[in-house]
């Protein structure tokens, strides 16, 4: 019931209107420097978000109690899918209709098409189709978006090339990172993805060590 409790909070990230007032919270400051404590009141705040909608915990006790046991257990699992002409592939969609499967992950060649946005937005689609009809659940619907060259979405498959972690490292500017990570959200976000496996973390210790390439 955790998961599912989790997936109804994050799923409408891009359906709510609401627009709740951000909550200000202060600067955290250094215990150990007393000039800094002593600015501690003065300090600009921080504005951090509050979650994009309220929960219903109603509403998913309900949809909770109307799945089957197989439905629960569906809901903490992410498969693969491809596309079968305009819609899922059969094996797709018996992981989505009889096992009720929670998320999805989509990889180029497959998944997410050559040349082919919309069509790569339309499987998305059909996908969340066929697990709000089954479960009255909408998807997470994944892909591997790092930036630089392992990136699913790019200008090969309809999206804008973007820059490595270790290029945007090197111009030690974080407008740049901020700019890179910005164009990539919006396109996937265009697409229907709603969870992305990056930015990554890596510590490059050995130029030999060519599948790194400029990861890190």
């Known amino acids: 019931k955790r998961a599912l409790t989790i997936l109804l909070a994050l799923v409408p990230l891009v359906a709510c209107d609401a627009d709740p007032e951000p909550?200000?919270?202060p600067d955290a400051t250094d215990a150990t420097d007393a000039a800094d404590a002593a600015d501690a009141?003065?300090?600009?705040?921080?504005?951090?978000?509050?979650?994009?909608c309220v929960v219903d915990e109603v509403a998913i006790d309900a949809l909770w109690q109307a799945m089957s046991p197989r439905q629960r257990i569906g809901q903490h699992l992410m498969v693969g899918v491809n596309a079968s002409g305009d819609g899922v592939s059969a094996l797709g969609t018996l992981l989505l209709t009889d096992y009720a499967a929670g998320a999805v992950f989509l990889g180029p060649g497959g998944g997410i098409n050559v040349d082919d946005a919309l069509g790569t937005a339309g499987l998305i689609h059909a996908a969340q189709?066929?697990?709000?009809?089954?479960?009255?659940?909408?998807?997470?619907?994944?892909l591997d978006q790092e930036g630089g060259a392992n990136s699913a979405f790019n200008s090969v498959t309809g999206g804008t090339d973007t820059l490595g972690n270790m290029p945007i490292g090197a111009t030690g500017d974080p407008n740049v990172a901020l700019e890179?990570?910005?164009?990539?959200?919006?396109?996937i976000r265009a697409l229907g993805f709603n969870m992305d496996f990056g930015p990554v973390l890596d510590t490059l210790t050995s130029t030999r060590n060519g599948n790194l390439n400029t990861r890190p």
Not at 42 to 47: D, I
Not at 132 to 137: E, K, L, Q, R, Y
């Open 41 to 52: 009141d003065t300090a600009t705040p921080m504005v951090i978000s509050p979650p994009y």
């Open 23 to 25: 909550e200000a919270i």
């Open 129 to 142: 189709t066929l697990a709000v009809d089954t479960t009255g659940v909408p998807l997470f619907v994944s």
């Open 180 to 187: 890179q990570y910005r164009i990539m959200g919006q396109e």
